[in-house]
């Protein structure tokens, strides 16, 4: 099982980035996929997370109407789309892969910075 992030980096206050996890070794279109982050002394959270078949979303309160979760299952890739980011999204993302959207992932991967800085 594998689960690569990428698409991080520094974005000024307002701006937008994507981000994306690629995963393999196992049937991604069966598994609910989720976005979280963890910034420096925090706890890790949830941000985002997707069906199977893409058809139901949750999102955390800081993020919603700013952030939006996709997901191509052809391509076995979830994106996050970061809309109006402020300083305090900055923080590392980790995608995972869980058997429903109730569950904390069984699947990690490795994280990417986001830094939101001007």
């Known amino acids: 099982v594998q689960l690569v992030e990428s698409g991080g980096g520094l974005v000024q206050p307002g701006g937008s980035l994507r981000v994306s996890c690629v995963a393999s070794?196992?049937?991604?279109?069966?598994?609910?996929m989720s976005w979280y982050r963890q910034a420096p002394g925090k706890e890790r959270e949830l941000v985002a997370v997707?069906?199977?078949?893409?058809?139901?979303?949750n999102y955390e309160d800081s993020v919603k109407g700013r952030f939006t979760i996709s997901r191509d299952n052809a391509k076995n890739t979830v994106y996050l789309q970061m809309n109006s980011l402020k300083p305090d999204d900055t923080a590392v993302y980790y995608c995972g892969a869980g058997a429903t959207i109730a569950l904390r992932p069984s699947y990690w991967g490795q994280g990417t910075q986001v830094t939101v800085s001007s």
């Open positions: 070794g196992f049937t991604f279109s069966w598994y609910a």
């Open positions: 997707i069906s199977s078949s893409g058809g139901s979303t």
